[in-house]
């Protein structure tokens, strides 16, 4: 039998006949492995995921213009940023006046982009085709179609769906850009622009806006993007807390168990010792059996905590957490050291040893 | 005898011993602090929101359409209904008084303003900025500071006159863009109505309010000649996010159901207690505010939920490796018990009345370890403490006394099974 061969031997041996030895301590780095990508696979993609919730925000940035209206060119431009990205909806505002003398704002925008924006808007249908009504002014209003007058041209809106929305929207009309147009002949001055992404790409996104409509008005609505960069960062920290703390202790679990089940084989180590295996042969062997177990483990953790961070994923957020396959070889390295620390530390001080002190059992 | 037996198996295997206590203690202060830090995020990230934005709003029933583009209202003051500002304080008397944050009344008119001798026209603003306030034995104090949490002030923020001072002219804040329109600085004069302001601070509210300019409450009610009045109140107000229990109609649940609505803090039944207390007041959701924070703080509740479980679990099987571990290198005294007579129900009672006790006191030394942490985490990421529920330690010891039973269960079947001869031999 060549050396190699018997060192072979030896390890799976070893592992083989104590099957359930083996089978703990690969249980125990399968757990910190698995622990440890899940958190980092979850952190990673925490950001895009938590971002995508602040769509349903609506417009996080205004571009308005002071003089005039958007020119299509305008839009062009705003459409050439922000793309695929988010969305972009020119609205224009006149005041009109009610029969009875009293004043109100009319918006005119494309309705179903108008609706889908602000998707928190809670409705009351009564005809679809008709126009959305602030509900403080659906109170006002006599019931019926509403005869609206703009300077001296009078107008008649048909009721279509109420909207309670608690800003400043509940004391306005919505009607089509179009007959908004035809009407008064006011054309969009103000851009409502929803921007995905996570906030520094929010705000690259509206430099960009600014740099290339420098004489129109690109505020970010602070509320919105502030609430974003509160949530996220707070977020981000609380994983990384939480995970660091799980990581860490059962790291030291983790450890504990292997160290003790390495001192646990003082009389084979004695016996190996006393047969005339050299210290290197030994810390090999034990080395190589370690590595070859947080190998195993790490592999398996890294399967089952990829599994559950997709699962977390699709549970929590309707979208899978995609497996970080970057995260695999630091993973795998870490569980290695791990592995080897806990296994090299107590053979170290069985080494100070006399093997026939162990033998007999002091 | 048994207890002999107990005792000497601490007292001779320390090692052995310390390392399963290690590893439960371990896993069972992981097991408190996500416990402690899953239950208690959502109510730390609403209280976080709360302080950067007002959910709740209020306007007078019987009031004329708001005419307000581009942050500038076109209604003439004279018109449409007022609040009282002395009823405001009734807020705190509803049910869920302790939830309401906060709150901050607003009274707003066009003024023509003068400064540096060029006249200009902006919105007027009064409102409350840290006004402090008296509900029974209950003092607080409240406004924009402490509900507006994306209001930027460089300078001073003015302080809430109770009437104009006498000896000087009252502080004011000026919009960052007013400010940058009309090249005012902090300390400038504004003139008014005939009266003088100084600018304290220049005011980034990120909204319409940067081209006004916002004064206390008491001094705008005098200019506007209306006092006691205002116009709208943002509320804040700490709400459960909504169910689909709380987006049925009050109107037509049993009464019971109605009673267990009543008493539940959603942002309607809040809403509606509001209108109870002040009768005259419309109260609205900032839906855009309450609808999709409710959704961002479900989705971090139950990523920190299922994150615990996950943590749960995994302290769980690490345990039980570690108890496995410590009781598979003792065959030899199973076999050596077993040959001298003792049956494997007294053997497996030693092992686990070891397994109890060291489950008892890591679940202790776990709680204790793991409420430090959840209060560092809460201390280092909301500047305020995460405090660990009493009622989590049962639970936290029985599952300490499961864990360590289960983990130890099987190894200790595994070690009765052998021939304890084979065992004492060496062979197994």
């Given at each position: 039998v060549s050396r190699q061969r018997l060192f072979f031997r030896l390890v799976m041996k070893d592992a083989w006949v104590r099957k359930d030895r083996a089978i703990t301590a690969l249980l125990s780095v399968a757990v910190v492995a698995a622990m440890a990508t899940v958190a980092l696979t979850i952190y990673y993609d925490l950001e895009v995921k938590m971002s995508r919730e602040f769509r349903s925000f609506g417009a996080n940035v205004v571009v308005s213009k002071h003089n005039g209206s958007l020119t299509a060119d305008e839009l062009t431009k705003m459409d050439a940023v922000v793309g695929s990205k988010g969305d972009v909806v020119p609205v224009g505002y006149a005041i009109a006046t009610m029969p009875s003398g009293q004043k109100i704002v009319i918006g005119g925008a494309n309705l179903d982009k108008l609706l889908e924006l602000n998707s928190w808007w809670s409705l009351t249908v009564r005809d679809k085709s008709g126009a959305l009504i602030g509900t403080r002014a659906n109170d006002i209003i006599p019931a019926g179609p509403l005869r609206l007058s703009f300077a001296g041209v009078s107008e008649q809106i048909a009721p279509g769906t109420v909207i309670h929305s608690?800003?400043?929207?509940?004391?306005r009309i919505y009607i089509s850009r179009e007959s908004l147009f035809k009407w008064t002949g006011v054309q969009p001055n103000t851009a409502l622009v929803r921007m995905d992404g996570r906030p520094q790409e929010i705000q690259n996104a509206i430099n960009q806006l600014r740099s290339s409509l420098p004489q129109l008005d690109v505020e970010p609505v602070r509320q919105i993007t502030q609430t974003q960069t509160a949530v996220l960062g707070r977020t981000r920290s609380i994983v990384l807390a939480a995970s660091i703390v799980v990581v860490v202790l059962i790291m030291l679990c983790m450890v504990a168990t292997f160290t003790s089940s390495v001192l646990e084989r003082r009389k084979d180590f004695a016996v190996m010792k006393a047969l005339g295996a050299s210290n290197r042969a030994v810390n090999l062997l034990f080395a190589s059996e370690s590595v070859l177990l947080a190998l195993a483990g790490g592999i398996a953790g890294f399967i089952v905590g990829t599994g559950v961070a997709y699962w977390i994923g699709k549970v929590n957020f309707e979208a899978a957490i995609p497996p970080q396959f970057n995260l695999l070889p630091p993973v795998l390295l870490g569980s290695i050291v791990l592995a080897l620390l806990a296994a090299m530390a107590p053979i170290r001080m069985l080494q100070r040893i006399q093997p026939a002190q162990i033998l007999r059992g002091e | 005898m048994f207890l002999r037996l107990v005792f000497e198996s601490f007292r001779r295997q320390k090692r052995r011993k310390s390392v399963a206590l290690l590893a439960i203690a371990l896993g069972m202060s992981i097991a408190t602090a996500m416990i402690a830090v899953g239950t208690d995020v959502g109510d730390k990230m609403t209280l976080e929101l709360r302080k950067t934005s007002a959910n709740l709003v209020l306007t007078p029933v019987e009031d004329t359409l708001d005419v307000n583009l581009g942050g500038i209202s076109?209604?003439?003051?004279?018109e449409g209904a007022y609040i009282p500002e002395?009823?405001?304080?009734?807020?705190?008397?509803?049910?869920?008084?302790?939830?309401?944050?906060g709150f901050a009344p607003f009274l707003s008119d066009p003024q023509n303003f003068t400064a540096h001798g060029k006249s200009f026209q902006s919105e007027l603003i009064g409102t409350y900025f840290a006004q402090p306030l008296r509900y029974g034995t209950d003092e607080f104090s409240t406004g924009v500071r402490s509900i507006n949490g994306s209001w930027k002030v460089e300078g001073e923020w003015p302080q809430d006159y109770a009437?104009?001072?006498?000896d000087r002219a009252p502080d004011v804040l000026v919009g960052s863009r007013l400010a940058r329109e009309q090249h005012m600085s902090i300390g400038d004069e504004i003139v008014v109505a005939g009266k003088a302001f100084r600018v304290s601070g220049i005011l980034?509210?990120?909204?319409?309010?940067?081209r006004a300019i916002v004064a206390p409450l008491h001094i705008v009610q005098t200019i506007l000649k209306q006092p006691g009045l205002v116009r709208r109140v943002t509320v804040s107000a700490l709400t459960k996010p909504e169910d689909s229990f709380a987006r049925r109609d009050p109107n037509k649940m049993s009464l019971s159901m109605r009673d267990r609505w009543y008493c539940s803090p959603y942002a309607n039944s809040i809403a509606f207690q509001i209108h109870e207390a002040l009768p005259g007041v419309r109260v609205d959701q900032i839906r855009q505010v309450e609808q999709n924070q409710g959704k961002v703080l479900a989705r971090i509740s139950g990523l920190m939920l299922l994150l615990t479980i996950a943590a749960l679990i995994a302290s769980a099987l690490a345990i039980s490796a570690a108890m496995a571990a410590t009781i598979l290198e003792r065959r030899h005294e199973v076999g050596l018990m077993k040959s001298l007579g003792a049956s494997n129900t007294t053997v497996a009672s030693l092992f686990l009345t070891e397994a109890g006790l060291l489950a008892t006191a890591g679940a202790a030394a776990g709680f204790v370890a793991g409420s430090l942490l959840a209060q560092r985490i809460g201390q280092s990421i909301f500047g305020s403490p995460i405090a660990v529920n009493a009622a989590v330690l049962p639970i936290i010891v029985s599952s300490a006394l499961l864990v360590t039973f289960v983990g130890s269960a099987g190894a200790v079947r595994k070690a009765m099974q052998f021939d304890p001869a084979v065992v004492l031999r060496g062979d197994a």
């Open positions: 608690g800003s400043e929207d509940d004391d | 076109l209604k003439p003051a004279s002395a009823d405001l304080l009734k807020l705190k008397s509803i049910f869920w008084g302790h939830n309401i944050l009437e104009w001072p006498k980034n509210a990120g909204g319409p309010e940067d």
